[in-house]
């Protein structure tokens, strides 16, 4: 298999596993489409264990092998527990070691944010956001 990031085929192949490489996934909705000749866009939900699911949303560039932008959102139920997201904030010092990288958390998701370690545009991020989910939400 390619790379995931390399073309459609691998990513697709890499992002349906899921399940195979997270035993607290229950069900996926992710669907991979192409919107171009090197674009793709990746939308649905993963549902896990506990009544916990991630939104995810993510527009990858395959002729430069990166994920342009993306969304990554965490619930409890129907309560948000968090989310990540890559909208630069260079006047928060506390999140320089993964910039722009960062995740959004409780007690105030809107204003409440933490560097977000592993998370980038060239490398697949769900495994990363869902140990992160494994971590803290499945306990």
């Known amino acids: 298999m390619n790379a995931p990031l390399e073309d459609i085929a691998g990513y697709s192949a890499w992002v349906y596993a899921l399940a195979e ?5 229950t069900h996926s909705t992710l669907a991979l489409a192409p919107i171009g000749a090197t674009l793709a866009k990746l939308e649905g939900h993963i549902e896990c264990a506990g009544g916990i699911r991630v939104e995810v949303w993510e527009l990858v560039d395959f002729s430069e092998r990166r994920i342009r932008t993306y969304s990554y959102e965490v619930y409890r ?4 527990v968090c989310w990540y997201d890559s909208w630069a904030h260079p006047e928060i010092p506390s999140l320089a070691a ?6 959004h958390i409780l007690p105030n998701l809107r204003d409440h944010r933490v560097a977000a370690p592993g998370i980038q ?13 494994r971590r803290e939400w499945l306990r």
């Not at 490489?21 to 996934?25: C, G, N, S």
């Not at 993964?98 to 995740?103: E, G, I, L, N």
């Not at 060239?122 to 990363?128: E, W």
């Open 98 to 103: 993964t910039f722009p990288h960062h995740k």
């Open 121 to 133: 545009f060239d490398a697949p991020n769900l495994d990363i956001v869902l140990e992160d989910v």
């Open 77 to 80: 139920s129907e309560e948000k």
């Open 21 to 25: 490489r997270h035993a607290f996934v």
